[in-house]
C-alpha cells in the first residue's frame, strides 16, 4: 500500500514539474511575442497572440499565472517587453496599463473558464471582455501618464483611442482566431 502511494506522489510531483514547465514555457512564449513588434507609440506586437494561446492551452489558473510570470520577469528588468524593455519604469509608463492589462484579460479567462468550463462560445466572450478590459486600462492608464509627465501637451481619451485602441482591433481579433486554430492542435500535445 506504501508502495502505490509513493507513486501516486512521485506522479503528482512529475505533474506539478509539468505544470511549471508549462508555465514557464509559455511566458517566455510571450515574452518572445512581445519582440516580434512594429513600433508605433503603442507598438503592435504578437503579444496578445502568445497570452491567447497561452490561455487557451494551459487553461485559465496556469494560463494567468503563465502571464504573472512574464509581467513579474519584466518588472524585475529583464528585458521581455516590446522593444526589449524592462523594468519597472516600463510598468509604470505609457505602456504599462496594457501590460498589466494583460493580466486583467488573462484573470477574466480564468472565471469565466470556472464557471463555463471550456466550452468555445464563453471562451470566445471572455477573450472578447477580456480585451475591452485590455484596452479600457491600457487607454486610461495611457491617458493619466501622458498627461502627468507631458505637461506641454495634453491628450485626450478620443486622441488615446485612435493611438492606441482603433488600430489594434482588427489585429488583435484575427490574432485571437489564430490563436484558437492553434491551440486547438497543440492542446492535445500537452498533457495538463
Same mark, same amino acid.
Given at each position: ?17 509539468a ?34 494561446? &497561452?490561455? @487557451? *492551452? ?5 494560463? /494567468? +499565472?503563465?502571464? !504573472? ?5 519584466? #518588472? ?14 516600463v ?10 492589462g ?23 466572450? &471572455?477573450? @472578447? *471582455? ?5 484596452? /479600457? +486600462?491600457?487607454? !486610461? ?5 501622458? #498627461? ?28 485571437m ?16
Amino acid at each position: 500500500m506504501s508502495t502505490t502511494k509513493a507513486k501516486a506522489n512521485t506522479n503528482k510531483s512529475r505533474f506539478r514539474t509539468a505544470e511549471m514547465a508549462y508555465i514557464a514555457l509559455f511566458a517566455v512564449i510571450i515574452a518572445v511575442c512581445s519582440w516580434i513588434s512594429v513600433p508605433v507609440t503603442v507598438p503592435y506586437t504578437l503579444q496578445t497572440f502568445g497570452i491567447f494561446t &497561452s490561455l @487557451l *492551452i494551459l487553461g485559465g489558473k496556469r494560463g /494567468t +499565472i503563465s502571464v !504573472l510570470l512574464y509581467i513579474l520577469l519584466g #518588472a524585475t528588468g529583464l528585458p521581455v517587453f516590446s522593444g526589449f524593455l524592462g523594468g519597472i519604469g516600463v510598468l509604470l509608463g505609457a505602456r504599462g496599463g496594457y501590460i498589466i492589462g494583460f493580466l486583467i484579460m488573462a484573470i477574466i479567462y480564468w472565471i469565466t473558464e470556472q464557471i463555463f468550463g471550456h466550452r468555445l462560445i464563453p471562451s470566445v466572450l &471572455s477573450m @472578447l *471582455i477580456g480585451l475591452f478590459a485590455l484596452y /479600457t +486600462i491600457g487607454t !486610461l492608464w495611457f491617458v493619466y501618464v501622458y #498627461a502627468n509627465t507631458n505637461a506641454a501637451s495634453d491628450i485626450g481619451y478620443l486622441t488615446a483611442l485612435k493611438l492606441c485602441v482603433l488600430p489594434f482591433i482588427i489585429p488583435d481579433l484575427l490574432k485571437m482566431f489564430f490563436a484558437f486554430l492553434i491551440a486547438r492542435r497543440l492542446k492535445i500535445l500537452v498533457n495538463l
